[in-house]
């Protein structure tokens, strides 16, 4: 322990905070063009049944795929970097994503969406001021489980070059003090609790705001008086 206090102390600005930098940045940018992605495609899937059983069997079955062998098959075509491990990690983000998505908009109650059709609403003006705002606590929490399993798998990132904690993982196994590899496990081990947190915050600061305006919305009196 005190061989690993010393560690952190006296490179963390230099050795590990750079490389915890590296994790997030990279984690981040998967998951940012994932949910570019993910969102339309499982909100369209939602919409159009068909579709949904080939899109998730694709999805799956680069799921089942071991995360070294899709980095090493990736390799070859794209060389090493940053380039590989963000299309495997945006890969695996969008099976999660893309469901769960899906999931959120199919959860939204039918009787909803006649009732907003009902006072008039347009479909486009039923899904920004209706579905969305209901489906959006789901979708942030299939956000969260996509996030903390980026991170998870960002730190083999390191084995093909692209960085981040993985890298001071790989050194610390040549440390006889293993100072490196506790470092690294402990730092990934707190972005991940980070993220957990603001995801869980974010979660509830939604659902709040959701319930409200569910209680508020002409769309209740509306199926009040039906039911």
């Known amino acids: 322990m005190d061989q690993l206090t010393r560690y952190l102390f006296e490179n963390f600005g230099a050795k590990v905070w750079p490389r915890m930098l590296e994790h997030i940045s990279l984690s981040g940018t998967a998951m940012l063009i994932a949910l570019i992605i993910a969102l339309p495609v499982g909100l369209a899937i939602s919409k159009l049944k068909p579709a949904a059983a080939p899109v998730l069997g694709v999805l799956g079955v680069i799921y089942t795929i071991p ?116 470092a690294g496990i402990i730092s990934i081990g707190l972005i991940a609790i980070a993220a957990d947190l603001v995801f869980r915050l974010l979660e509830r600061l939604v659902s709040v705001p959701t319930q409200q305006q569910a209680n508020k919305s002409p769309l209740r009196d509306l199926l009040v008086k039906r039911a």
Request: glycine letters at 10%.
């Open 67 to 182: 995360s070294f062998a899709l980095f090493a098959f990736l390799v070859p075509i794209t060389g090493i970097g940053t380039t590989p491990a963000l299309m495997a990690l945006i890969a695996y983000a969008l099976v999660v994503l893309v469901h769960n998505t899906m999931v959120a908009f199919n959860g939204v109650d039918p009787a909803v969406r006649e009732a907003a059709k009902g006072i008039g609403m347009s479909p486009l003006q039923s899904l920004w001021r209706v579905e969305i705002p209901l489906a959006l606590p789901i979708i942030i929490a299939g956000i969260r489980i996509a996030t903390l399993s980026t991170i998870g798998l960002t730190t083999i990132a390191a084995w093909i070059g692209a960085g981040g904690m993985g890298q001071l993982l790989r050194d610390g196994m040549n440390d006889p003090t293993y100072s490196k590899l506790y």
